[in-house]
């Protein structure tokens, strides 16, 4: 498994990306739990002297994951401070999230128009906040189109169906809003039926959480379980899958090996906080030995 990590590396190394969407600022408050108010049954917090951390989320994340893997990547985004998501979680050093607040300010996208011609790899984050609803774009990108909850039920992969995709990625809640229809697991039969459901995408990544993930291309069904580790945090897990499912799908590989990699760099994400930290080609070899 680590000559099929160093093969996807040097098959990776000379792509040129684009990625695009929104970016999204992630801030993490620590505070002390202090009890439950008498009066208004609302959680009290003490707020600590600890300073606000920051971090660049959504597709800056995404595009910081491929930067070490690929030639170049290019970033069509919003202005980084117009979508800020601030999270009040234990100075303990649990990380157990208590609360978040959502800050969008001003969100007035202008139309842009996209040339990805001249790029190998082109990667498509809807986050469901309006930027990529203005996108003049060609057919042949990766897309991965959030349920989150800001946008439950309106931000669906079907919006996209008239563009013909490299490849979609969805997780299970968004795999149940494609069907219409609550998904408590995922079946084969179901993958395909998923497949065939206004996808109009060459290659089809579903995620299941500590269940695995899924993969298909219309006819085969692959399945892959997680990669078990010590989980600090599983946010920005599924963005660093889909930036891998992406640039797996983009280069000449086995679908028989399409979810290792992208299951393999989304555990190890898993180990800090967010997005902390980005995959790297050595970080992500050495997570690779010291797991298998």
Known sequence: MINLIKEFIDKSKDLKALVIGETIIDEFIEVIYEGQSMKSFC??????????????????????????????????TNSNREIVKTRFIDKDGSNKKHIELNKINNLDFVSIDVDTEKYDLVVLA???????????????????????SNNFGFNRLSKWKNFHKK???????????????????????????????????????????????????GKKVIKNPVFKSKVIDTIGAGDTF???????????????????????????????????????????????????
Not at 171 to 183: F, K, P, V
Not at 248 to 265: G, V, Y
Request: with cysteine; charged share 20%; aromatic share 12%.
């Open 43 to 76: 959680p009290v917090f003490k707020y600590t002297k600890t300073p606000v951390k920051s971090q660049i989320g959504g597709v800056g994340a995404i595009a910081g994951h491929l930067k070490d893997f690929v030639s170049s990547v290019d970033v069509i």
């Open 126 to 148: 809807d986050f469901g906040h309006g930027f990529c609803d203005k996108l003049n774009i060609n057919d042949g990108f990766h897309l991965m189109c959030q349920t989150n």
């Open 242 to 292: 889909f930036a891998f499912s992406s640039l797996l799908s983009s280069i000449d590989a086995n679908i028989n090996d399409f979810l290792f990699i992208p299951s393999l760099a989304a555990s190890l994400t898993t180990n800090w906080v967010c997005n902390e930290k980005l995959v790297t080609k050595e970080n992500l070899l050495k997570y690779a030995n010291q797991y298998l």
């Open 167 to 217: 490849s979609v990625c969805l997780d299970l809640r968004e795999a149940s809003l494609q069907i219409n229809r609550r998904l408590e697991n995922c079946t084969e039969k179901e993958v395909l039926e998923i497949f065939n459901y206004e996808i109009n995408s060459d290659n089809l990544f579903i995620t299941l959480g500590k269940e695995g993930s899924f993969y298909s291309q």
